[in-house]
């Protein structure tokens, strides 16, 4: 073990002359000693710190003084009871009354001692030196000649008149002092090396890792110099603070041009100080070959919607907002069914917001741009982000999985506690295929893993919601066009209530972007509706702008027109077959 390095302030020569002596004396310890008392030893303390001691001596108010301020530990060499008794005799000696004045750690012992033996002596303790020149001063006018007293004490009755004795500190209290910093010291190493071996575990872990006090002074970082956007990496984390204090754990998902992080959050508190701990995971790997498919969200990326406030006339939707109310607060998957533009997005947000892993991101999986392929590199990745756990995962357009996906995906949830550890959310198109309708990946998803269902209605299913739905669309895109609209001229709203929605709340919003549009007063006029709604209104198709070869069969030619209807239904099978008049199993048989 290397030598401990002492840096010993001594209030007067005789002491600093006998911790020289004894440090010879030892083979353990190399002593930098000054001669310094309280304030002026304080300053020189601050002053020599930074040279590289592993401690401080010094002796009674110089000690407490320098331990308030310094960073090292502070060995105070104690006085003995043997010092004391030493001083109390020299002063018996003194035919007139004598007082023992001193800070703390000198007037206890002598309190001691004086209880012990039964002593008549008069002691005032001291807690700054302000106090010394009125207590010496109260004591020298009731007739006290003789003050003991360790150097500042001396120094300032001298200057009264009043006679002294310094209260001198033998060799064994220094001795002890000396043995106290070793064992300190020992404590110290065994600490240090810990902190040692827990940083090179948590510098070799594979995690970036970053501690900030609540100050936000940093404590601890294996953040490299190099990684890109570190500065607004820290800048954020700092951000999160009241976030983390409020919920003591958080995770969220942050992504800075080409790199997305996740990072987790967790709060400790040490005697009473909270300290904020972030880990930092680079998903960039598990993420990039999904950039289309995937997207994270925060429940502060949308408007806060309480599922609580919302409001509608229909009672089948009503029945909806009730359930959804409770399946956001239970860990069952959830399925959302209903026809595109509904507003599946919306109810799945909202589910997100009010459920159990609002604190934690949304993650948003688009069925419809991830392969059989890309669909196995996402499960079999070792940085899936499926392996994390207390999150709500929406995966929409299940409908669009082929039947390669629809395997994969069902062996993941039968292998794996994937759907278990996390908040499911699926959402499919209702009538879209009847081979998905029928398929064993949605029996699965609805009798296997038990997921709730929310069979969302088409807005001509609820047309009394829609005069609610035109205000608040309102409300919304006014502030993007600078425009006051209130609302619409009578009988408008009728039109609105009365036309065919083929594209649900979709379309009714963006006939209400085209309505604010075209308006400059603060009512929308009816005949600007019926115009907006006319040129929604699609028109019948023509085969003249269809290449069709009319030499061809019957047969041929009816097949030719069901592709384009389909197309034209973007390939919704309950919709082409509804137009072309027949029932969806014959359209199945003429285009297999």
């Not at 908040?423 to 009538?431: C, E, N, P, Y």
């Not at 296997?448 to 001509?460: D, E, F, G, H, K």
């Not at 009512?523 to 040129?535: A, N, P, R, S, W």
Request: charged letters at 25%; proline letters at 2%.
């Amino acid at each position: 073990m290397r030598k401990i390095k002492i840096l010993a302030i001594a209030p007067y020569a005789g002491l600093r002359d006998l911790i020289n002596d004894i440090s010879q004396e030892r083979d353990d310890v190399e002593i930098h000693s000054y001669i310094s008392d309280m304030h002026d030893g304080l300053m020189l303390a601050k002053e020599l710190e930074h040279k590289g001691y592993d401690v401080i001596l010094s002796r009674a108010g110089t000690a407490e003084l320098i331990r308030k301020e310094s960073k090292l530990p502070v060995i105070d060499i104690n006085l003995s009871l043997l010092d004391m008794m030493r001083s109390i005799k020299l002063a018996q000696n003194y035919s007139g009354k004598f007082a023992i004045v001193g800070y703390n750690t000198i007037t206890k012992i002598a309190k001691q001692i004086c209880e012990l033996l039964q002593y008549d002596i008069e002691i005032k303790t001291i807690n700054n030196m302000e106090e010394i020149e009125k207590t010496l001063l109260a004591l020298k006018d009731g007739g006290i000649g003789l003050i003991v007293g360790d150097v500042i004490t001396n120094t300032h009755a001298k200057k009264m008149g009043l006679n002294t004795i310094l209260i001198t500190t033998g060799k064994e209290s220094i001795i002890n002092a000396f043995d106290e910093a070793k064992i300190f010291f020992k404590s110290l190493e065994k600490v240090a090396l810990k902190n040692t071996v827990i940083k090179t575990l948590l510098e070799n872990s594979g995690s970036s890792i970053i501690c900030f006090d609540e100050q936000d002074a940093i404590i601890y970082s294996n953040l490299k110099e190099d990684i890109t956007n570190l500065n607004n990496i820290i800048s954020d984390l700092k951000y999160l603070k009241g976030t983390l204090i409020k919920n003591t754990e958080i995770k969220i998902l942050k992504k800075y041009k080409d790199t997305s992080f996740l990072v987790k959050g967790i709060l400790s508190v040490f005697d009473d100080e909270k300290f904020l701990t972030y880990y930092i995971y680079n998903q960039t790997n598990s993420i990039k070959p999904f950039e289309d498919a995937i997207r994270f969200s925060s429940a502060e990326d949308y408007p806060q919607i309480n599922i609580d406030t919302f409001n509608s006339s229909n009672i089948t939707f009503q029945n909806i907002i009730e359930n959804a109310k409770t399946y956001a607060r239970l860990k069952s998957p959830i399925i959302i069914i209903g026809e595109r533009g509904t507003g599946k997005d919306t109810i799945a947000y909202t589910i997100y917001q009010n459920g159990l892993n609002s604190k934690n991101p949304l993650i948003i999986i688009d069925s419809k741009y991830i392969s059989e392929k890309k669909w196995l590199e996402f499960f079999e990745s070792e940085h899936s982000l499926f392996l994390n756990s207390n999150f709500t995962i929406y995966i929409k357009n299940i409908h669009l999985l082929d039947e390669g996906s629809q395997k994969i995906f069902e062996s993941y949830l039968i292998n794996t506690n994937f759907y278990k550890r996390n908040k499911l959310i699926f959402s499919m198109a209702s009538g879209y295929s009847e081979n998905f309708d029928n398929s064993s990946f949605l029996y699965f998803i609805k009798n296997r893993i038990n997921a709730l269902p929310l069979l969302v209605p088409t807005l001509n299913q609820r047309r009394e919601d829609i005069p609610n739905l035109v205000s608040l669309y309102l409300n919304e895109l006014n502030p993007s066009y600078n425009k006051q609209v209130i609302g619409l001229e009578n009988d408008a709203i009728t039109l609105l209530q009365d036309f065919d929605w083929t594209e649900n709340i979709d379309q009714l919003k963006r006939v209400i972007r085209e309505l604010i549009i075209l308006t400059d007063s603060s009512y929308i006029k009816y005949e600007t509706v019926e115009k907006v709604l006319k040129d929604e209104t699609p028109s019948s198709p023509i085969l003249k702008f269809y290449d069709i070869d009319l030499n061809k069969t019957l047969e041929e030619i009816s097949n030719d027109i069901i592709k384009i209807v389909l197309k034209e239904e973007n390939y919704n099978t309950t919709k082409a077959a509804k137009r072309l008049g027949i029932s969806r199993s014959t359209l199945w048989r003429k285009i297999n």
